[in-house]
């Protein structure tokens, strides 16, 4: 499974950004896709998953009631959309994949993708 990434960037403080992640190869395989974060000089975080029917989304306590995730089931694509940013989200954001699981915890992943940067500042 490939996971490609995009939409990270520089935004200010309070305002709004929306990533997004296209899966490719043997995506029959995953149940559902997600993010998860890393801020530098600090441990890798879950942010949010969701199923492939989006009957069941995840979300990390630093990504709830900000953060949304869909997903578009003809695109193999998930979105991550992130309102009221602050420089405390500034991280690299990871998409990935699980096979079996919903995850709750980045280490339940079974698929990453590379990084996209979020900087938050003004």
């Known amino acids: 499974v490939q996971l490609q990434a995009s939409g990270g960037g520089l935004v200010q403080p309070g305002g709004s950004l929306r990533l997004s992640c296209a899966a490719s190869?043997?995506?029959?395989?995953?149940?559902?896709m997600g993010w998860s974060r890393q801020a530098p000089g600090k441990q890798r975080e879950f942010v949010a998953s969701?199923?492939?029917?989006?009957?069941?989304?995840m979300y990390g306590d630093s990504a709830k009631d900000r953060f949304t995730i869909s997903r578009n089931n003809a695109k193999d694509a998930v979105y991550l959309q992130m309102n009221s940013l602050k420089p405390q989200d500034t991280a690299v954001y990871y998409c990935?994949?699980?096979?079996?699981?919903?995850?709750?915890?980045?280490?339940?992943?079974?698929?990453w993708g590379q990084g996209t940067h979020v900087t938050v500042s003004s």
């Open positions: 990935n994949a699980f096979k079996a699981v919903v995850p709750g915890k980045w280490t339940e992943y079974d698929y």
């Open positions: 969701i199923t492939n029917s989006g009957s069941t989304t």
């Open positions: 190869g043997s995506i029959l395989s995953i149940k559902g």
